[in-house]
């Protein structure tokens, strides 16, 4: 198996045992669920595995959605998607399937963390959209991104809103 690829997915086992899942930590706690997913749902290789031979792009994430229950939202890094789109991806899957949207490289990789800009306030208004189907947000920032501006990080945290779910991806070395 290559890192990240499975050359025949029927082997793949995708169910958990949660109540034997045991996360180890400064406290030991239950885990409560796992969402499974790819990175995109437009890959064409994935006709004739996941999805039917003959299948039209514009049913991918449908047949996509019959396998994983999450995907990561990297378009959104580089763009908000239509109100209109959204609807039609969340028509698409069930309520249990979560998108996980990045945020806006225009918020992550600005020179300062800003939650005043008017794509943060799209953003926070898309992942409302979502509803149910709205899974973690992920908040990747820059390798240049150090501890020098953890402050910086802890105030623009503190003003995301309570009913929703995010997560920090830290690259600096």
Known sequence: ?????????????FDYP????VVSGAV???????KTGAPAWGDKGFIGKLYPKGCKPTEFLKYYAMHFDAIELNTTFYRIPSVDTLRRWCSMVPPAFAF????????SRASRLN???????DFLQMIDL???????SFLQLPEHFSIQRKNELLD????LPDHHQFAVELRHP
């Open 156 to 159: 623009f945290l503190a003003l």
């Open 130 to 136: 979502m509803g149910e189907n709205h899974g973690i």
């Open 28 to 34: 030991d706690r239950e885990l409560r669920f796992i």
């Open 100 to 107: 996980c949207p990045k945020f806006p490289q225009q918020v």
């Open 18 to 21: 949660h109540s034997s899942i």
């Open 1 to 13: 198996m290559k890192f990240g690829r499975a050359e025949d997915l029927s082997r793949v086992q």
């Open 115 to 121: 939650m005043q800009s008017g794509i943060m306030d």
